[in-house]
């Protein structure tokens, strides 16, 4: 037998005696190995090889302070995005793909839009008022009329983001790059991910879905980062960080950032919120959205400096459950 189908056969092995035993507790009291990995939209800005460096620096100090843990990164060679995507193209008819995808949504197509209206405006009714008066600026404004201004807000913005235009002149909703701007893709290929255990990358999460908690729709289906199941590691977990919303200098982003986050902090800024992501992979923390100066709170818009000022403050106090399952 072959080297590699060996390895296969045991990777499936030990994916299958893990499968069903929920998520086992990290130790604190030893060092654990994590395997960083870099995938590149070469049409977007990235930071730097040194920035990069500096922030795994900073990423292991705060995993340390905030969350408990000591670990050591091994930082794989970086990947290219439309390399990576091809690696996982065997994914792509999987049923579990598939069913991901039929709660994704076609902006450009009428009958997608109107799903998505529908589906909001059912999400608000079952949905506590003091969650959207703490999320929704201006609410009192929007609060007669919640369900049409956060479906124009979600179209809006998304629509500018899949316009914006990258270095090569194409959009970054270009066809070969669509997929790669979906929670399916990131989902399916986190779960089936076996060369590294977390991924950074310069594109971003921004699509049109139903299915989704409220929070995603408050945060008009952007996502920065997240975790999700990986029964081919040690950790049963992998995850993704989505750097674009930290570095585009597109004027959207710009303003959606509303503090600008000074060019020597980025790799500080961005460190802190992976270690946000950190808190689900190693302490199987669950997001929470009421507690203050909570490393477990995510940012609910894109003002990273004030989240990132908001947590060097001070520390949450409170107990974190852990959860059984991602
Ligand atoms: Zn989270
Ligand atoms: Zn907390």
Not at 180 to 201: C, G, K, N, R, V
Not at 264 to 290: C, K, Q
Request: hydrophobic share 40%; charged share 25%.
């Amino acid at each position: 037998m072959k080297k590699k189908t060996i390895i296969l056969i045991l990777l499936i092995l030990v994916s299958c005696l893990t499968r069903d035993r929920g998520l086992r507790e990290i130790p604190t009291n030893q060092e654990h190995v994590i395997r960083l990995m870099r995938i590149i939209d070469p049409r977007l800005p990235s930071l730097s090889e040194t920035d990069f460096l500096r922030m795994v620096k900073t990423l292991k100090g705060y995993i340390h302070e905030y969350l408990g843990y000591r670990v050591t990164f091994f930082v794989k060679a970086d990947r290219d995005l439309l390399a990576f995507q091809k690696d996982t193209r065997y994914l792509k008819d999987t049923e579990k793909m598939q069913k991901l995808q039929q709660s994704l949504l076609n902006p450009s197509i009428e009958k997608d839009r109107l799903r998505l209206k529908k589906y909001i405006s059912a999400l608000i009714r079952k949905t506590d008022p003091g969650t959207l008066k703490a999320y929704v600026p201006e609410y009192e404004k929007h609060k007669q009329r919640m369900a049409d201004h956060l479906f124009q807000e979600y179209t809006n913005k998304l629509e500018h983001i899949l316009n914006i235009k990258t270095s090569n002149g194409t959009v970054l909703n270009h066809p070969a790059f669509r997929d790669m701007l979906t929670y399916p893709f990131w989902e399916i290929a986190l779960q089936h991910l076996t060369e590294a255990d977390f991924i950074f990358t310069n594109t971003i999460m921004a699509d049109m879905e139903v299915d989704i908690p409220i929070y995603v729709i408050l945060r008009y289906g952007i996502t920065t980062g997240m975790v999700t199941e990986n029964h081919f590691n040690s950790y049963q977990a992998a995850g993704v960080i989505f750097t674009m919303p930290f570095l585009s200098k597109d004027i959207f982003f710009q303003r959606e950032r509303i503090e600008e986050i000074p060019e020597s902090l980025l790799p500080d800024v961005i460190a802190l919120y992976a270690t946000h992501e950190f808190g689900h992979f190693l302490n199987r923390f669950r997001d929470y959205y009421n507690h203050k100066n909570c490393i477990m709170v995510p940012a609910n818009d894109l003002n990273y400096q004030r989240w990132y000022r908001e947590r060097k403050a001070a520390k949450c106090p409170l107990k974190h459950e852990k959860l059984k399952q991602f």
